[in-house]
């Protein structure tokens, strides 16, 4: 199983961005995926994750601000970032949870997309 990470980029203060992460592979079914980041110097923290069935959380600097969503059929999960601030700067990794279709459960990270908040 792959993850290809996309979307981010240099926005000002105030912008919008939207993550794409696409899982790619022998996935029988998705547990869960989530999306972490990390600043240069700072450990990496959950951004924000979603079940299968569609439960969210959110790291407390983004509620309101960030929207997680997955996308089954696709096997895609998103990241949509409003209004985002400097402090939102750093690399976004998204990780996944699966079931193959050989019925062992396997979890990997996806390639870092950096996202820049800066005017």
């Known amino acids: 199983v792959q993850l290809q990470a996309s979307g981010g980029g240099l926005v000002q203060p105030g912008g919008s961005l939207r993550l794409s992460c696409l899982a790619s592979?022998?996935?029988?079914?998705?547990?869960?995926m989530g999306w972490y980041r990390q600043s240069p110097g700072k450990q990496r923290e959950l951004v924000a994750s979603?079940?299968?069935?569609?439960?969210?959380d959110y790291a407390d600097s983004v509620k309101g601000r960030f929207t997680i969503s997955l996308d089954h059929a696709e096997n895609t999960v998103y990241l949509q970032m409003n209004s985002l601030k400097p402090e939102d700067t750093a690399v976004y990794y998204c990780?996944?949870?699966?079931?193959?279709?050989?019925?062992?459960?396997?979890?990997?990270w996806g390639q870092g997309t950096q996202v820049t908040v800066s005017s």
């Open positions: 592979g022998s996935i029988l079914s998705i547990n869960d």
């Open positions: 979603i079940t299968s069935g569609g439960s969210t």
């Open positions: 990780k996944g949870d699966y079931i193959e279709y050989n019925g062992y459960r396997y979890a990997n």
